[in-house]
């Protein structure tokens, strides 16, 4: 076969694993069609490996072998090994392994244009373009991998990376001079990438020290938006590194994920009523005069035991539970399971209000409780549930501080003013679960725990939980 | 020209995400992203060709090292997705 009838059938393969992709994703967006929508995803993805291998000339089986079967190996014990608890970590770790490659990639492709010419001597006329994708793609990828790494930690709870947001006098200008060197180094390799081919390692540096630094700067519960711009950026990293050989397949597929990431980061943000660049770069400053601790609370704060809230519960016909990150820290998802079964045996209709960003992943909410069988039917959107809220006789708040806070539905001067909220002060009661008085990520008081309603428990989420089954049982 | 093909492709591709995606459920959420991420993992192509061609030592190392990081994204990816997606299905 001629080079261009492989050329010409490979390309065609591409297109087809392209189509694979496409479809997989749109498959990937609807409850029914999520499993096959993942396995096209699979099947395009073997059909590219495929094509790859058998289009190009393969000089070292042997070692490509090996690096297939040791992913595949340590990427299949981390699928089926990992809890579910772990999704988010597990998420962001891998998501910077596809960024790491994009940087190793980058660094082969840049001596192979410089290695003959060191040998021959001579200077051959080189291709700008593979120069500037090559940047592009060890400089997205680097800022990827120590990004997502960063995630990892925080999530993990890793002791030396702090999960609080760590801010200093002008971090904005020590990012942006990261970013402009290198810029300025990156016009260098293009100008000559022989002698400043080692450039790219000093640009792969500084990126990770920007990928570190972006997402140190932002705390725990914005975790949110920045795993799913990471994983946006893992795309863009991968199109980057299309261009690098005018690969169509990595530049569509990495295009899809770049956008898809986009997609959930504008819906993270949204569901903040916070802008991506505040967010980023932002974060909850001092906005507005916010009312003291003392003045809200006050002595309104009524805390109630585990018996009273069986009473409560006693006579409830509706209850609504509202999870949020506490529930994930506390692994209470299993007791919820417990008091739901139990509820129900007594006649109770119970539901789930899931807020957007409860917890620290898109969806993490949604994970947890599937992890324990509780039908995702029963999991209401926050936008439906708000709808029957006057209805319910109790609400749970399980570890959910800032997207109850009605102070972003009510007070315009609030620092979360125009944030949306689970409307939880309107339910016939309310329950809060919760450690102590302490604000949430947005550092503010909370009204809705003083309100008139409201009851207090204060108490780790799962021991809590497991106590109101008990005392539930005992009645 | 070729750059301009290849950039017409490239823009393309982001406008047929955003149209595929538009509207997802916030169930699904996670396993998009997951399964958004082992597509992400198409990296490893670009690896294999570089693991492969190059006749250089240190080029096939990093073409090798990439593999194996592209190769878990990919597998660990699809696979993590697989997993969770079973615990959504409704249970009779």
Redesign the interface.
């Known amino acids: 076969m001629t080079e261009t009838t492989i050329k010409i059938i490979s390309n065609v393969a591409y297109l087809i694993a392209s189509i694979f992709f496409i479809i997989g994703l749109k498959g990937l967006a609807h409850p029914r069609t999520a499993v096959r929508g993942n396995l096209l995803g699979a099947i395009g993805m073997l059909i590219a490996i495929i094509t790859v291998l058998w289009a190009n000339d393969v000089l070292s089986w042997y070692w490509i072998i090996a690096g297939i079967v040791v992913g595949s190996g340590i990427g299949a014990v981390l699928s089926y090994k990992i809890e579910m608890t772990a999704m988010p970590q597990l998420v962001a770790l891998f998501n910077g392994f596809g960024g790491l490659a994009s940087v190793l990639i980058g660094g082969a492709a840049l001596l192979e244009v410089a290695g003959p010419v060191k040998l021959t001597g001579v200077n051959q006329s080189v291709n700008i373009q593979l120069i500037i994708a090559t940047i592009a793609s060890g400089l997205i990828g680097a800022v990827t991998f120590w990004g997502s790494f960063i995630a990892f930690g925080k999530l993990q709870g890793l002791k030396f990376i702090p999960d609080a947001a760590v801010r200093y006098p002008g971090e904005q200008i020590v990012k942006l001079i990261l970013i402009l060197s290198s810029i300025v180094l990156g016009v260098f390799i293009v100008m000559d990438p022989v002698k400043y081919e080692y450039f790219y390692w000093i640009i792969v540096v500084l990126s990770s020290v920007l990928g570190v630094l972006l997402v140190i700067a932002i705390g725990g519960a914005d975790m949110p938006v920045v795993i799913a711009l990471l994983n946006s950026y893992s795309g863009i990293a991968g199109a980057a590194t299309g261009f690098i050989d005018n690969n169509y397949v990595l530049i569509i597929a990495g295009s899809l994920v770049g956008a898809s990431g986009i997609i959930l980061t504008q819906l993270m943000c949204k569901a903040m009523n916070r802008s991506l660049a505040n967010v980023l770069f932002g974060g909850f400053g001092a906005v507005a005069q916010t009312s003291s601790a003392d003045e809200v609370y006050g002595n309104k704060i009524k805390a109630v035991t585990a018996d009273d809230i069986a009473i409560f519960l006693d006579t409830a016909q509706k209850v609504v539970i509202i999870p949020g990150y506490g529930m994930a820290v506390g692994q209470a998802q299993h007791a919820v399971k417990d008091l739901t079964v139990l509820l129900e045996s007594k006649g109770i209709d119970v539901e789930f209000a899931i807020h957007p960003v409860a917890g620290r992943m898109p969806g993490h909410m949604n994970v947890l409780l599937a992890e324990v069988d509780i039908p995702y039917d029963k999991l209401k959107e926050m936008d439906e549930i708000n709808q029957t809220l006057s209805q319910v006789d109790v609400a749970i708040v399980l570890g959910a501080n800032d997207v109850v806070n009605t102070d972003a539905r009510d007070k315009a001067d609030s620092p979360i003013a125009g944030m949306p909220i689970i409307d939880a002060d309107k339910a016939k009661t309310v329950i809060i679960i919760k450690r102590s008085l302490s604000p949430g990520f947005a550092g503010i008081p909370n009204p809705l725990f003083a309100l008139d309603n409201s009851y207090m428990f204060f108490s780790d989420g799962k021991k809590a939980v497991m106590d109101i089954v008990t005392a539930v049982k005992n009645l | 020209m ?2 301009v093909a ?1 950039f017409t ?3 393309l ?6 149209e ?37 030592e ?3 190392i ?30 009779e």
């Open positions: 070729d750059l290849i492709i490239f823009v591709a982001i406008f047929v995400g955003f595929v995606i538009a509207k997802v459920p916030p169930l699904l959420h996670t396993p998009l992203m997951s399964g958004s991420n082992a597509i992400s993992g198409i990296t490893i192509v670009g690896a294999l060709i570089s693991a492969g061609k190059v006749p250089s240190v080029s096939t990093l073409g090798v090292i990439a593999i194996v990081f592209a190769t878990i994204n990919v597998v660990g990816g699809f696979l993590v997705t697989h997993r969770m997606l079973e615990k959504f299905k409704r249970k």
